[in-house]
Nanobody, 124 residues
């Protein structure tokens, strides 16, 4: 079974940075596509970024690409989301997700495993 645990959320001033971490269990982690999603109050959960086992990366938008970086360390079974130049509109609960799908996955229906979420709050 696969278990995902996020950490690293918190309160930060606009323009600041946070790094989210996701610790994964499971012997096949290196072949899993991993993703980050977020859900702001009153809004639907949205895709943020994804990285395949081979390191292919897709971001939700160019604006996110310039500020956020997704990465993984297969030896440590970890995936990260480095968030710089944070804005108040980035405030949300951030979720780590995983799937044994081979390719890039941007829809939550494509993921089988989810973490509990970690709160990110950006103040103006």
């Amino acid at each position: 079974q696969v278990q995902l645990v996020e950490s690293g959320g918190g309160l930060v001033q606009a323009g600041g940075s946070l790094r989210l971490s996701c610790a994964a269990s499971g012997r096949t982690f290196s072949s899993y596509t991993m993703g980050w999603f977020r859900q702001a109050p009153g809004k639907e959960r949205e895709f943020v970024a994804t990285i395949t086992g081979n390191g292919d990366i897709t971001y939700s938008a160019n604006s996110v690409k310039g500020r956020f970086t997704i990465s993984r360390d297969n030896a440590k079974k970890m995936v990260y989301l480095q968030m710089n130049s944070l804005k108040p509109e980035d405030t949300a609960v951030y979720y780590c997700a995983g799937t044994n799908w081979y390719y890039t996955a941007t829809a939550e229906q494509q993921y089988n495993y989810w973490g509990q979420g970690t709160q990110v709050t950006v103040s103006s």
